[in-house]
């Protein structure tokens, strides 16, 4: 498994010298890669760039191609296989040479050499030259990158899933999918590395459902004509073959269904159609509970829709794959979705994963308290309007009006009104202790405690 340790920015966009660390910060597993991180902060932090140009870096390290590079100028500390190494792209802004180079993990004994790192990419010609000084001596020459870089992509995923696209073709899904057996039958002879999940490409969601169900058909002719199973019935052949290839239909109703049931629908896979044809599709609908009409993919509410087709989209990536290196990046996944579908969104997606490295950004209070204080990464401007990078504070599971308090730095939850009537709260504990009329007193009493019943104020202030 290859592992984001640390990553160093120059000066690209609104980053200024920025150290973004990915490792625990404390406790036993100090200095070990986050299994999963979660990105927060307030607009305008980066965290929608930071993740794609961890995505830049995280391919560029895997396919070991120079065609891809990260925007802007950066350094990546890298572990593969227990070994660390930084990796370097491009020199400068002023020189702008977009070249990888490798060093060694011995760069750590030059002195101070984290602010040296970030002089690697600085515009001042004078501060490039001397670090590149120190640094030149522990360059691995080219010969030696192949140890370090990954280019077999047999069984590693990259998916991105971004918050928003250009448009949101579910909306227009009248029926299934547009694409057919023909189209699902290429992915037997090559299966991409790097998928982007969004509704411009739910196609190739729906070929790779396709895929899968033709795969699975023949996997089990192979096994039927295996010799050890020639002269067993075919009942028996089918039931052990059963036992370790399930349907991705049925696997995939069963996710879905634990979302759609909440609004009364389910996903019927009984009047599927099995796609025979090179130009059938796979038909297969979601139908309302108490009626059985099937309902259209467009007429899903906009949460829901963009919700399972995006989940169903990663699984089918997964399914049936001994994935030994995988990325997720999730870009705000609690849009259009109500919080109670949001208590277990990590977990989903952590279920339908394996071997996988999560970095997800939000500005869900339910989402981040879905990680513990270590994995989450706050993202702030400093009093020079740089951003800076601190740890979270509450921990996993949380009250999320916790985390928005003292993690996302929410003054008050409380809107104005809500405001006005604390106020009124804290007058009124000072007005009944000093109010010497008994039946005056009750009545402050009284509306004392309307105030704390209907805005959920402690009543124990007096």
């Not at 399930?246 to 019927?268: A, Q, T, V």
């Not at 399972?308 to 049936?320: C, T």
Request: glycine share 4%; charged share 25%.
């Amino acid at each position: 498994m290859v592992y984001l340790l640390k990553l160093y920015i120059g000066d690209f966009q609104q980053f200024k010298r920025f150290v973004l660390d990915l490792t625990y910060s404390e406790g036993p597993m100090k200095g070990k890669p986050l299994n999963k991180l979660c990105f927060i902060g307030k607009n305008g932090t980066g965290k929608s760039t930071l993740l794609q140009i961890i995505e830049e870096v995280i391919h560029d390290n895997t396919v070991a191609s120079n065609a891809t590079r990260p925007a802007g100028s950066c350094v990546a500390k890298i572990q593969s296989n227990e070994k660390i190494f930084y990796i370097h792209y491009g020199s400068n802004l002023r020189h702008n040479r977009k070249s990888r180079r490798i060093f060694s993990q011995e760069i750590e004994t030059i002195s101070d050499y984290e602010n040296k790192i970030l002089d690697l990419m600085s515009s001042d010609d004078l501060a490039f030259q001397v670090s590149e000084s120190y640094f030149v001596r522990f360059e691995l020459p080219m010969s030696e990158h192949a140890n370090f870089l990954t280019p077999k992509v047999l069984n590693k995923l990259l998916i991105t899933v971004p918050a928003e696209t250009h448009q949101n073709t579910y909306k227009t899904l009248d029926d299934v999918p547009e694409t057919s057996v023909n189209e699902a039958l290429s992915l037997f002879h090559t299966t991409p590395y790097k998928h982007v999940v969004s509704s411009e490409t739910v196609t190739n969601f729906w070929k790779t459902i396709i895929y899968l169900i033709k795969k699975r058909e023949s996997d089990l002719t192979v096994f039927r004509n295996m010799e050890a199973n020639l002269d067993r019935t075919v009942r028996e052949v089918n039931l052990d073959f059963e036992k370790t290839n399930p349907k991705i239909l049925e696997e995939l109703s069963k996710l879905w269904n634990n979302i759609l049931e909440k609004g009364g629908l389910i996903f019927d896979i009984q009047s599927a159609n099995n796609p025979v044809q090179l130009n059938d599709n796979l038909k297969a609908y979601i139908k309302i509970r108490s009626t059985g009409d099937n309902i259209s993919y467009s007429r899903l509410s906009t949460g829901i829709r963009n919700f399972i087709f995006k989940l169903g989209h990663v699984f089918s990536l997964y399914f049936g794959r001994e994935i030994q290196q995988g990325y997720l990046l999730l870009d705000e996944p609690e849009n259009s979705l109500f919080p109670d579908l949001l208590y277990d969104l990590i977990d989903l997606y952590t279920r339908i994963t394996h071997n996988t490295q999560l970095f997800v950004s939000t500005h869900s209070p339910i989402v981040a308290a879905q990680f513990d204080a270590n994995e989450r990464l706050v993202l702030d401007f400093d009093e020079y309007g740089k951003i800076i990078s601190k740890r979270g504070v509450t921990p996993v599971g949380d009250d999320p009006n916790d985390i928005l308090v003292k993690d996302f730095g929410i003054r008050s939850l409380l809107g104005r009104e809500g405001l006005s009537k604390w106020e009124r709260y804290i007058e009124l504990s000072l007005l009944i202790k000093n109010e010497s009329d008994q039946i005056r007193q009750m009545e402050l009493l009284q509306e004392y405690m309307t105030i704390g019943t209907l805005y959920n104020f402690n009543q124990n202030s007096i």
